[in-house]
């Protein structure tokens, strides 16, 4: 099948790329919300959703300050990312997992396109600019 806006291969009327976007969740809530149990420990489960669903709420007014403060583009390629800010904009230059001490700071920021976000999240060296901003971060946190 065939996107109908793009012509690209589909597996809907739509490709991934041309396919919209929710915007930014105002409550918070997403799978943290679900009761899942761990080794049928509920209170510890309890918890760890409760953590998760704090750093969501964190992460995204994080994500609200840093679209208040900074122009709606791309800081790799200028583009305009329009008015509403997208989580697919938002790109941690160390990764979150591996370096939680860096998932709030807004130095680990950068902003970029949906199509630069998914080539930086397959091959980290892409950009010179979030290569620039990596060096200066492992400085910071000394590693």
């Known amino acids: 099948m065939k996107c109908k806006?793009?012509?690209?291969?589909?597996?809907?009327?739509l490709c991934f790329v041309c396919k919209?976007?929710?915007?930014?969740s105002s409550s918070g809530k997403g799978l943290t919300s679900r009761k899942?149990?761990?080794g049928g420990n509920y209170k510890a489960m309890e918890v760890l959703v409760k953590e998760i669903s704090n750093l969501k709420t964190q992460m995204r007014e994080m994500f609200l300050t840093i679209w208040k403060k900074k122009p709606h583009r791309s800081?790799?390629?200028n583009t305009y990312l329009g008015s509403e800010p997208m989580s697919t904009?938002?790109?941690h230059i160390l990764p979150k997992e591996k370096y939680p001490e860096a998932c709030l700071d807004e130095e680990n920021i950068i902003l970029l396109t949906f199509?630069?976000?998914?080539?930086?999240?397959?091959?980290i060296y892409?950009?010179?600019?979030?290569?620039?901003?990596?060096?200066?971060?492992?400085?910071?946190?000394?590693?």
């Open 115 to 123: 199509i630069e976000h998914q080539q930086v999240e397959s091959d």
């Open 5 to 13: 806006t793009c012509g690209k291969n589909a597996d809907s009327e």
């Open 75 to 77: 800081e790799v390629s």
């Open 89 to 91: 904009y938002f790109h």
């Open 36 to 38: 899942v149990s761990i």
């Open 126 to 143: 892409r950009y010179e600019e979030v290569n620039k901003r990596r060096e200066q971060l492992k400085i910071k946190y000394n590693l």
């Open 20 to 24: 919209p976007r929710k915007p930014l």
